[in-house]
């Protein structure tokens, strides 16, 4: 079963986000126009051939007969075109049928006008027209029938087009889209990089975008603001502060970013969160090439914040460049020659054999597995609140004593000091962490424990650094060592007590891997090596003493901006060292208080039966109008299962 343990603890987050979208434009049907068309030119007679009369008589009454016919044949075409607009707008099949049959009927008398006509041209088709001024008068008369004709023709067809524009208008009013119904609020954009007019001036053109996407009903949040009447946060970069303002102005969505100037390069950071998820939809943080205006930079992010590729020439931007290598050497130098110093002052100060000879008292003993020394105890009150589970987090000034690895995901200068009394002791310490680079953090610590009889002291010195890789195929990834320097002394308060002194030295390895933007795997060898020489004043003689190595590793999920869960383990690498599982969850509320609790236990172990749980809350003030950037007060309480003493644990972090 003990196999089973060795996995790590990796939380995994599915997020799915689905949209549907349907529309349709309803096609034109001209099927009841062409009926009513062919009807009519179905209904339509033939135009009578003009008839050749020898007397006069014989030709009026050939003209008369023929413009009755011709007369009853327009009567029908236009009848016919009367029941075709008819048709076109009730589109009843009994009309249309009456029509056929009056078509029918009128075909007829046509046809009979024509036989008729034909018979009377027959009849006379030898005989020469004598009266020349009467056959003028038929041809005229003739024309301008056929000219009243054609104007029916026309009037009819004009409004059958007319019928079907209506038609046609209609249609399109209906299939005319909607106005978006998604509401989404644009922050102005900002500049890390100082350059805050530049970035303030491109808000209208990346508001101008969105618009063009024809998605959303786009607001600025200043706007919405006035209209409100509430004042605006001076600043709002934190994922939380944007999620709750959005909120409150009522946004389905909310998009935020910022635009920097490096040299003659740009880079735009753009992310999209669903308010109502309190999730990000989509992250995009792009750098132009040289040459490449900012503007079309920021139009490539819009469209790829869309999932439209483009072809623009654009490479993944990581934050603007940071050259800060001098602080780090200069601090690290200070804190460990500070620490060389004070532990070489402290071992010496103490007596041992004349001879100054080391040797190992104790080295034909067993040393334990177990680590016993102070590093080892959960100080600061935000690690202690969640069970000291914090080596998949370690991303602020509480992570010095943690994970080094998470120091390279430190977002800004923070110094932090935190006490605990725990069985007797008193524990302290400071910390301080800065960026060197922008992929390089660093971190220092001091590290006091002592009682208050001053029968024991312990001090540590740290110093560490984490670096990032952001280019590998499975996603960012960051190494940390840390390096501590140890004083330890022991007062003999009776002639039975032990004595003396010590000097050492350890070193830790950490690793990280954000493997999304919600979950980190971490990973800690604690003490590879950690030695001390002890000098022992009671027993005159001097040895040294290894600690014992220990593995942790875990992982962290962020599940909402205001609600955090993490998870580690320590696997044992010797015989007694005991399997300690551990988690806790955070949740913030209203982005100022925050409600922590925890557990922990020893697991496969018989003999042990204990639990340790833990709870505790935070503070956050926003104090950049005031003084540097964030304020944090944390405290934590323990309590075990073995009824030992309870702890008390307050700390402070600010940001600056």
Not at 480 to 505: F, H, M, R, Y
Request: net charge negative; aromatic share 10%; charged share 25%.
């Amino acid at each position: 079963m003990k196999s089973i343990w060795n996995m790590a603890f990796l939380f995994s987050v599915f997020f799915v986000t689905l949209a549907f979208g349907q529309s349709a434009e309803p096609g034109n049907n001209p099927a009841a126009a062409q009926s009513a068309v062919n009807a009519e030119q179905a209904a339509e007679p033939a135009p009578a051939p003009a008839p050749a009369a020898s007397s006069t008589d014989e030709a009026a009454e050939a003209a008369q007969s023929a413009s009755a016919d011709e007369q009853a044949g327009a009567a029908a075409s236009k009848e016919s075109g009367e029941e075709a607009q008819d048709t076109e707008e009730t589109a009843a099949s009994e009309e249309s049928s009456e029509e056929a049959g009056e078509g029918e009927l009128a075909s007829e008398d046509s046809e009979e006008a024509e036989g008729s006509d034909e018979t009377a041209s027959a009849d006379d088709a030898g005989e020469e027209c004598e009266e020349g001024e009467e056959c003028e008068e038929l041809a005229s008369d003739d024309a301008e029938e056929s000219e009243e004709e054609v104007a029916l023709e026309d009037d009819a067809q004009e409004e059958l087009l007319t019928l079907e524009e209506d038609d046609t208008e209609g249609e399109g009013e209906e299939s005319a889209p909607r106005s978006p119904d998604v509401r989404l609020g644009v922050f102005r954009l900002e500049s890390l990089t100082g350059h805050d007019d530049l970035a303030s001036g491109l808000t209208e053109t990346l508001v101008s975008k969105l618009e063009g996407l024809g998605l959303y009903t786009v607001f600025t949040v200043e706007n919405a603001f006035s209209e409100k009447s509430i004042s605006m946060p001076s600043s709002c970069r934190e994922p939380k502060c944007v999620h709750d303002i959005g909120k409150t102005l009522g946004f389905d969505r909310v998009i935020y970013g910022i635009v920097d100037k490096n040299g003659s390069r740009f880079g735009v950071r753009l992310t999209l969160l669903d308010v109502s998820t309190s999730a990000p939809i989509e992250s995009v943080n792009i750098q132009g090439a040289e040459g490449i205006s900012v503007e079309d930079v920021l139009a490539h992010a819009v469209e790829r914040l869309h999932g439209h590729a483009g072809d623009a020439d654009v490479s993944k931007y990581f934050g603007p460049p940071i050259s800060n290598l001098r602080e780090l050497i200069w601090s690290a130098a200070a804190v460990q020659t500070a620490g060389l110093f004070y532990s070489a002052l402290n071992y010496g100060t103490g007596s041992g054999k004349k001879d100054g000879i080391f040797y190992a008292g104790y080295s034909k003993e067993k040393l334990s597995g177990i680590a016993a020394s102070a590093d080892q105890i959960p100080l600061f009150a935000r690690p202690a609140a969640l069970a000291n589970a914090y080596v998949a987090a370690s991303d602020d000034a509480y992570g010095v004593l943690y994970n080094p690895a998470g120091l390279a995901w430190v977002a800004q200068r923070e110094a932090a000091m935190a006490y605990q009394h725990r069985f007797g002791l008193d524990l302290m310490a400071a910390t301080y962490v800065n960026k060197a680079t922008r992929d390089l953090g660093f971190g220092h610590a001091l590290l006091l424990s002592t009682d208050r009889d001053g029968m024991m002291t312990e001090i540590y010195f740290v110093s560490a650094v984490g670096y990032k890789f952001n280019n590998t195929p499975i996603g960012p990834l960051s190494f940390g060592a840390t390096l501590k320097t140890v004083s330890n002394s022991v007062k003999a308060l009776s002639l039975d007590s032990p004595e003396g002194q010590s000097i050492g030295a350890g070193l830790d390895l950490g690793f990280m891997w954000e493997m999304s933007d919600r979950i980190r795997y971490g990973l800690l060898f604690r003490g590879v090596p950690a030695v001390n020489s002890w000098k022992n004043r009671a027993a005159s003689s001097h040895y040294y003493e290894a600690h014992p190595t220990t593995l942790t590793m875990g992982g962290s999920y962020k599940a909402t901006y205001s609600s955090f869960f993490i998870a580690e383990g320590q696997i044992p690498l010797y015989e007694d060292q005991p399997w300690i599982m551990a988690g806790g969850i955070e949740y913030e509320f209203f982005r100022m208080i925050a409600l922590r609790v925890g557990l922990q236990r020893e697991i496969l172990n018989e003999e042990s039966n204990w639990w340790k749980i833990t709870g505790g809350t935070g503070f956050n003030f926003n104090t950049e109008p005031i003084w540097g950037k964030s304020l944090a007060l944390d405290m934590a309480y323990e309590y075990n299962t073995l009824h030992l003493f309870p702890v008390i644990n307050a700390s402070i972090r600010v940001g600056f």
